[in-house]
C-alpha cells in the first residue's frame, strides 16, 4: 500500500458546482497536511497547509482533515474554469511526501 | 529574481552521459527539495537539505544519482550514466527551516534518449 492513495481521475465539474478532492494516507505519523495546483509545464504551488484534524477555510477553498480516518478532502466552491489544474495533497512527518495528482477539467 | 531558479528548463542526453541539474532557492530559505515527476504521476521524493547537509537522501533511486550543496544554498542534482527510465522532469523546492510550505521552481524536464 503506498503512503498516500489520491484518485488521479480526471475529473470533469461544470463551471459554478462544488468540487471535492481527496487523499487517503497510511502513516500515523503525518502531522502537517497540504494541498498544492500544478498547472501543465509548471511546478505545483502551495494552496492550503493544516496541521490539525477539522477545517481551514481560505476565500473559496476549504481544506479538511480526518485524522482519525486518515482522509483529507480539499473542496472549491464556485469553480471556475481558471481552477482546471491538478491538484496534488502532501503530508510530512519530516520528508514531504505526495499524492498522485487529480486532473481536474471546469467545463465553461 | 524572488522565486526558485532551475537550469537548464530542457535537456536533452544520450544514453550513458552524465547531467547536472542546478537549483538556485529563494534566498534565506534553509530547506531544499529536489523531486522527481513522471508523466501523470505526483512528485517522487529524492533527498532533502537542511543548509549544507543531505537531512535525508533515502529517495535517491541508486548512486548513479547523487546532490550536493556546499554552500547551503545553490544546490546541484548530478545523474551518472544515464538510462532512459530516469527521463522526467526533476524539481527543486525550498523552505524556511520547518515548515512545509515549499516554493517549487519550474523544473529541468531531462529526456534520456
Known amino acids: 500500500q503506498k503512503e498516500v492513495e489520491q484518485d488521479p481521475g480526471p475529473l470533469s465539474v461544470p463551471e459554478g458546482a462544488i468540487v471535492s478532492l481527496n487523499c487517503t494516507y497510511s502513516n500515523s505519523a503525518f502531522q502537517y497536511f497540504m494541498w498544492y495546483r500544478q498547472y501543465s509545464r509548471k511546478g505545483p504551488e502551495l494552496l492550503m497547509y493544516t496541521y490539525s484534524s477539522g477545517n481551514k477555510e481560505d476565500g473559496r477553498f476549504t481544506a479538511q482533515v480526518d485524522k482519525s480516518s486518515k482522509y483529507i478532502s480539499l473542496f472549491i466552491r464556485d469553480s471556475q474554469p481558471s481552477d482546471s489544474a491538478t491538484y496534488l495533497c502532501a503530508m510530512t512527518d519530516d520528508k514531504i511526501i505526495f499524492g498522485k495528482g487529480t486532473r481536474l477539467h471546469i467545463l465553461p | 529574481g524572488a522565486g526558485v531558479s532551475q537550469t537548464p528548463s530542457n535537456k536533452v542526453t544520450e544514453k550513458g552521459k552524465y547531467v547536472e541539474l542546478r537549483c538556485d532557492p529563494i534566498?534565506?530559505?534553509?530547506?531544499l527539495y529536489w523531486y522527481r515527476q513522471s508523466l501523470g504521476q505526483g512528485p517522487e521524493f529524492l533527498i532533502y537539505f537542511q543548509g549544507t547537509g543531505a537531512a535525508d537522501d533515502s529517495g535517491l533511486p541508486n548512486d548513479r544519482f547523487f546532490a550536493v550543496r556546499p554552500e547551503g544554498s545553490v544546490s546541484t542534482l548530478k545523474i551518472q550514466r544515464t538510462e532512459r527510465g530516469d527521463s522526467a522532469v526533476y524539481l527543486c523546492a525550498s523552505s524556511m527551516q520547518g515548515t512545509g510550505e515549499l516554493f517549487f521552481g519550474e523544473g529541468s524536464r531531462l529526456t534520456v534518449l
Open positions: 534566498s534565506g530559505h534553509t530547506a
